[in-house]
């Protein structure tokens, strides 16, 4: 599949590295076309690099791995028109450390940043998924072990089976993907990542995940 | 122990019957000395029952097992004096669902309601846990099969480690009760709501529970 990768940080390179090694056809989208760090992982992994626009115009699918405080610009800059119909992974969150620890978790007029990028694009198809671990487990979650879990938030039934797919491509068991619902279940999501801060200095450690335990 | 269970709805009575059967000597505290629900409660259980107020005085401990709409409102009724030097183990959540599904959570000034409880009461030593889970596990942790947890927030240490064995009273190991830090991380937890409600409709049942699960 032609996949951009919209994001040139740890989230986005991993992912993208990922999404290669499994055969895709990955562009790696960054503000400018002639991004360092999208340069150096184009050359070292055999994949592609652009503008946002120039990635989601060759691509069937996007995945947003832009910071949540950017998302809206970086997919403003990436076109509605290179983004109709297509499926979005959003797997941003949106921390402001501005203040210090803990940070605020920023939420686009009291909506998850998912909602507001669907708003914006209504003919992109966003699902919410893989923002509540560490980038190592996302496309590895063997790594834990055990039951764990990865939830899945969006409106479009299709385009959640999509990425469904694409999350089993990476290791996911289908009982680890646990469909939270629409769109609006992705404020729940974004709202866990003070919870993974704490965990993570309580445990002293990123690779962790939150399992859902039943009776 | 003395212990004051401040609120008579489902939480309240969960924890108030749970400590009781343990030998603890509980009165539970309503906002007036005749509620119904009080008063059964005491009846059925061998407790007592009266106002905020009265169940605070005779109180070693104090629970705080009222909406953290009214938390505030409800221990400024118990009155400074009878919370000084005292616990509070803090279960509330804010939940407003004035506007429908999903509820809002509610924080006070953007900080978590047990914070705001401890500004409030700066001599009253205020621990947060048990908020995360339906009150069936509060009490019977073994309910849920394997690993799950249960968090902790508080700026006293030896309130916390008081709490940590109330908790290990109600059934709860040790390796299962996972400090996350000061009190501030408490918002951590009253944001992890939204999940709740989400996973709840998932998994169609409220017995359920988090486990952090690391590598």
Chains 1, 2 share one sequence.
Request: glycine content about 12%.
């Amino acid at each position: 599949m032609k996949i951009a990768v919209l994001g040139t940080g740890e989230v986005g390179r991993r992912l993208a590295t990922k999404l290669a090694s499994l055969g895709h056809e990955v562009t790696m989208g960054s503000r400018t076309a002639d991004n360092a760090e999208a340069g150096r992982w184009a050359a070292e992994h055999g994949g592609r690099h652009g503008t946002f626009a120039n990635a989601a115009a060759a691509a069937e699918l996007v995945v947003n791995a832009t910071s949540g405080l950017v998302s809206l610009a970086a997919l403003e800059s990436a076109g509605a028109g290179n983004l109709r119909g297509k499926v979005i992974v959003d797997v941003s969150n949106g921390l402001d450390f501005s203040e210090g620890f803990p940070p605020k978790v920023v939420t686009l007029d009291g909506r998850s940043i998912a909602e507001q990028l669907q708003r914006a694009f209504p003919e992109a198809r966003v699902v919410k998924t893989l923002n509540t671990m560490n980038n190592t487990i996302m496309v590895d979650p063997g790594r834990i072990p055990g039951h764990h879990n990865v939830f899945l938030s969006g409106d479009d039934a299709a385009a959640k089976a999509e990425v469904s797919a694409l999350l089993r491509s990476f290791g996911w068991a289908g009982e680890q993907i646990m469909d939270l619902g629409d769109l609006s279940s992705a404020l729940a999501t974004e709202q866990l990542l003070p919870l993974w801060l704490r965990v993570h200095g309580a445990v002293g450690s990123a690779e962790f995940n939150y399992s859902i335990v039943t009776a």
